[in-house]
């Protein structure tokens, strides 16, 4: 198979070899070579994150949780339920529970730029992801069609080699019909 990147842009993508991204390049190249275009996209994110991108990871994986949403609801049922009624006149956070909100203030402060930054790294790996799928499901598509073409022409060698041999058996069943017709008396 010596074929080469424009050959194969142009039969199989219906397209010239200069409108291909780099990506639709790496994946013909990938079928001339014939060598695989899936990888594992998590080893090369992981290689990439430092220790602060695991930890607000790990903060947004905690934050977003329902044992967070129900442990912190406890909290807060626990914390009014101290102050309002268990403690009286001698609460530290009265009523309104203006140090609570302080501090629910300061931790939303705190978690929503972290979430926001695992969120945009989860995006750009959702990119990376779609990338690598592309590719992978590119490169399926072009083998099926090469396939297809071989099978084709495995196709259309058997039809010729058919028709040779039906045109061998008609001259023979002639050649044997003219012997008989010769060997035989007319009468």
Same mark, same amino acid.
């Given at each position: 198979?010596?074929?080469? *990147?424009?050959?194969?842009?142009?039969?199989?993508?219906?397209?010239?070899?200069?409108? @291909? /991204?780099?990506?639709?390049?790496?994946?013909?190249?990938?079928?001339?070579?014939?060598?695989? *275009?899936? =990888?594992?996209?998590?080893?090369?994110?992981?290689?990439?994150?430092?220790? %602060?991108?695991?930890?607000?990871?790990?903060?947004? =994986?905690? %934050? %977003?949780?329902?044992?967070?949403?129900?442990?912190?609801?406890?909290? @807060?049922?626990?914390? !009014?339920?101290?102050?309002?009624?268990?403690?009286?006149?001698?609460?530290?956070?009265?009523?309104?529970?203006?140090? &609570?909100? +302080?501090?629910? /203030?300061?931790?939303?402060?705190?978690?929503?730029?972290?979430?926001?930054?695992?969120?945009?790294?989860?995006?750009?790996?959702?990119? &990376?992801?779609?990338?690598?799928?592309? !590719?992978?499901?590119?490169?399926?598509?072009?083998?099926?069609?090469? &396939?297809?073409?071989?099978?084709?022409?495995?196709?259309?060698?058997?039809?010729?080699?058919?028709?040779?041999?039906?045109?061998? +058996?008609? !001259?023979? *069943?002639? =050649?044997?019909?003219?012997? /008989?017709? !010769?060997?035989?008396?007319?009468?």
């Amino acid at each position: 198979m010596n074929k080469s *990147v424009a050959e194969l842009a142009g039969r199989w993508l219906k397209r010239a070899p200069e409108h @291909l /991204s780099e990506l639709e390049h790496k994946v013909l190249q990938s079928a001339i070579d014939r060598k695989p *275009v899936s =990888r594992n996209v998590n080893d090369s994110i992981a290689h990439c994150e430092s220790r %602060g991108d695991r930890l607000a990871d790990g903060l947004a =994986r905690v %934050g %977003g949780s329902w044992s967070f949403i129900l442990s912190f609801l406890g909290f @807060l049922v626990a914390w !009014a339920l101290l102050n309002a009624w268990l403690l009286g006149q001698e609460s530290f956070d009265p009523y309104p529970f203006i140090f &609570l909100n +302080l501090v629910l /203030s300061m931790l939303a402060a705190i978690q929503a730029p972290i979430i926001m930054m695992s969120q945009n790294r989860q995006a750009e790996r959702d990119r &990376l992801d779609a990338a690598h799928d592309y !590719a992978v499901n590119l490169k399926a598509e072009i083998e099926i069609m090469a &396939l297809h073409e071989k099978l084709d022409e495995i196709r259309f060698q058997e039809i010729i080699l058919l028709r040779e041999q039906v045109q061998e +058996l008609t !001259a023979q *069943v002639q =050649r044997i019909a003219d012997a /008989s017709a !010769a060997q035989s008396p007319s009468r």
